[in-house]
Each structure stands twice: as structure tokens, then as C-alpha cells.
């Protein structure tokens, strides 16, 4: 009995392992490549797959989803014989898992290799400021390259980017020389426009406060003019309303003139002769203080006295 129970064991763990290899389980965004005595046989998409055991076997599992691999800093030589530091990222997806698996021994290796090589193509046809400020070209044509070089292994190139380059140490430092120059400039420039912007200001408000200052004094001037024209205008009027005498323009007169010798520069002063008809208005209205000595001198004349006679 003993002997039977041996094979009932065995049977039952070849029947296991049976099972085990016949029923293989393919995760989401994953493929397998199945082989038949060492013959591609199909390709098993996500999901529950059936095969035949211990005559099929999976040969390869392949991520469909897409990838990211950076590749080290590579030593690129530019048009004008400097030496520059290039590091990329590739970003791929594998689109035919049967080509990746048999078209390319390593289908990583091998597109890190094409870019090294295509890198080394592109940059050799630039000078170091070109390579500098043209990454969005030579990411561009570094693109074009690979997906038409990958497409026959299953890979589709999706993006290529360089994440880093880096010139000669010297370089830099007159990269960072000439930067500095170049922002010194600028600040100064920009100082300069500041101060004449602030000169220009200022010399128009300095114009305009001048032209509001004269046209403030002429305003004033001509309401003073105005102002003092009026009050001629309504002191003459009132005179003629009142129908004024000579005896009270002659006392006007009089209240007058020491208004006018008022102040240390009046040395010589002129009466008009205007006031001859006037004062004699007023002595003849005040002819109870006696009379006045000697005849009068017609208007416009001085009266002068004879000097003595020997």
C-alpha cells in the first residue's frame, strides 16, 4: 500500500504544478511573451491567460507603461572645440512587446548608446552659446532621431529632455564675469535715465510753477488796477455828484502835500501849477486873516525876489 500512496502523492504535485503553469495571471499595463519549444508563440495580454504546461514557458514580462531612465553626464565636444557636460532623460513606452524582445538584445543599452551618439551629432554642429540657449531645438531633433530609430524595436520615444549642461570651469567663470559686466550696465544705464527723468520733472515743474506764479502776479496786478481804477472812477463820479467848489478842491489839495514829502528820498518835489488857482480859491476864502502881501504870480510861475542894489 505504501508504494501506491508514494505515486497518489506524486500524481497529486504534478498535478499542482500543472495547474500552477497552465493558468498564468498578467497584471494591468504588463505583457508576457510566451515560447513553445523555444518558438514564439503569442503574446499574453492582461488578465487571466491559459497555457499549455511543461510545453509553453514565459520568456520574458514587459512593463507597458512608460518609463523614465536619466542617463550619467556625457562629454559632448561643441563647434568651437569646448568640451560640455550633457545629461538627459529619456522618457519611453514600449508599444510592441514581442520587437522589444527579439528585434534588440538590450533595448535600454541601446537607446542610451543612439543618444549618446546623437547628442554628440547635434552639439558638434553648435557653438556653446547656441547649445546653451537652444534646448527646446535640440530636444526637438534629439526626439525625431530616436522614435525613428526605436519604432522597429517597439519603443516610442515620448520626450527627451536635458536635465543639466555644463561648460568648462573656466567658461563659467567668464560666463559669470561677463554677466556681472553686463548687469552693471544695465544698473547704470538705468541710473542715468533715472536721473534725467528726475531732471526733466523737475525742470517742467519749475516751468510751470513759474507760469502759474506770472500769470498769479499779472491776475493780481490787473485786479489791483482794476481795484484802484474803480475807486478813481467812484471818486470822481462822487465830486461831480456833488458838484465840489474850488474852495474844497483847494483844501483837498492842501491835505495832500505832506502826504507827498512824506519819506526820507522826496528832496525836491514839483507842484503843479494847477494849485496857483486852487490856493487862491482858498485865500480868497479865508480873506478875514488879512490880506495877502503883494499881487499874485499868474499860473505855471514862481515868484522870485530881486536881489538888493548896491
Known amino acids: 500500500m505504501e508504494p501506491i500512496i508514494i505515486v497518489l502523492i506524486i500524481l497529486v504535485v504534478l498535478v499542482f504544478i500543472a495547474l500552477i503553469k497552465t493558468i498564468q495571471v498578467i497584471p494591468q499595463a504588463s505583457a508576457a511573451i510566451v515560447e513553445r519549444f523555444g518558438r514564439y508563440t503569442r503574446t499574453l495580454n492582461a488578465g487571466l491567460n491559459i497555457v499549455v504546461p511543461f510545453i509553453d514557458s514565459i520568456r520574458n514580462r514587459i512593463d507597458l ?3 523614465v531612465v536619466p542617463f550619467p553626464p556625457q562629454p559632448v565636444i561643441t563647434q568651437d572645440n569646448l568640451v560640455v557636460n550633457i545629461d538627459t532623460v529619456i522618457y519611453y513606452q514600449v508599444t510592441d512587446a514581442r520587437a522589444a524582445t527579439y528585434e534588440v538584445a538590450s533595448y535600454i543599452q541601446a537607446i542610451e548608446q543612439l543618444t549618446v551618439t546623437t547628442l554628440r551629432n547635434i552639439i558638434g554642429g553648435m557653438d556653446l552659446e547656441r547649445t546653451l540657449t537652444s534646448r527646446e531645438e535640440i530636444n526637438a531633433a534629439l526626439r ?76 493780481a496786478a490787473a485786479l489791483r488796477a482794476e481795484g484802484e481804477a474803480q475807486a478813481i472812477r467812484t471818486v470822481f463820479e462822487s465830486i461831480h455828484a456833488g458838484d465840489a467848489d474850488q474852495k474844497l478842491l483847494a483844501y483837498q489839495y492842501l491835505q495832500m502835500l505832506p502826504k507827498i514829502a512824506e519819506g526820507d528820498a522826496n528832496k525836491l518835489w514839483i507842484v503843479p501849477s494847477e494849485i496857483g488857482d486852487a490856493l487862491k480859491g482858498l485865500s480868497g476864502a479865508m480873506g478875514n486873516f488879512g490880506p495877502m502881501a503883494g499881487p499874485q504870480p499868474p499860473a505855471g510861475t514862481e515868484r522870485r525876489e530881486k536881489p538888493p542894489v548896491d
Open 144 to 219: 525625431g532621431v530616436l522614435d525613428e530609430a526605436t519604432g522597429k524595436w517597439g519603443i516610442r520615444v515620448n520626450r527627451v529632455e536635458l536635465k543639466a549642461i555644463e561648460p568648462p570651469t573656466s567658461i563659467q567663470d567668464s560666463m559669470e564675469k561677463q554677466m556681472r559686466a553686463d548687469r552693471d550696465k544695465r544698473a547704470a544705464i538705468l541710473t542715468a535715465e533715472g536721473i534725467r527723468q528726475s531732471q526733466i520733472l523737475t525742470a517742467e515743474g519749475e516751468k510751470q510753477s513759474a507760469i502759474l506764479r506770472a500769470e498769479g502776479e499779472a491776475r
Open 65 to 67: 507603461r512608460e518609463q
